[in-house]
């Protein structure tokens, strides 16, 4: 699977989304180890809180399928410049991935922006947080 292919992937995602509110479209693919590709969309609710964003949605459909090893991820919109994740995603991808893995971000005129994990969210909240800490 190439960075274009998974693209495209999260192109075809977009598709999907459902965006009655914001009309902004958002998809993601998300590349397991094992090259399996989950996609997934923006999912918006008249409780707008309750929305959930395509990042989200491709890693929440491969962990709960068994898949918590990935390789990359691909985020569109049809936004100017590349599409950038919130920060629930961020931190929802520091949980799951290597600092290095990488992350393209894109738009709909085909413009890249190859970033990492690390890159996004520096200084992530993790397990290792928790350590040592005073109970
Ligand atoms: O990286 C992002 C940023 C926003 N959204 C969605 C959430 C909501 O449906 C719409 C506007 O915030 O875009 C995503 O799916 N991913
Ligand atoms: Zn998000």
């Given at each position: 699977m190439t960075m274009e292919q998974l693209i495209e992937q999260s192109k075809l995602a977009r598709e999907f989304a459902y965006v009655p509110y914001s009309k902004f479209k958002v998809g993601a693919a998300l590349l397991g180890e094992d090259g399996k590709v989950y996609q997934g969309c923006n999912i918006e609710n008249a409780?707008?809180?309750?929305t959930n964003c395509a990042e989200r949605t491709a890693f929440f459909k491969a962990v709960s399928e068994g898949n918590m090893k990935f390789k990359a991820l691909a985020v569109v919109a049809d936004t100017p410049g590349p599409c950038s994740p919130c920060g629930a995603c961020r931190q929802v991808m520091s949980e799951f991935c290597a600092p290095d893995m990488p992350v393209y971000l894109t738009n709909m005129n085909g413009d890249v922006q190859q970033t990492t994990v690390a890159e996004l969210i520096p200084g992530a909240f993790t397990t290792e947080d928790m350590k040592n800490a005073r109970k």
């Open positions: 409780g707008y809180s309750m």
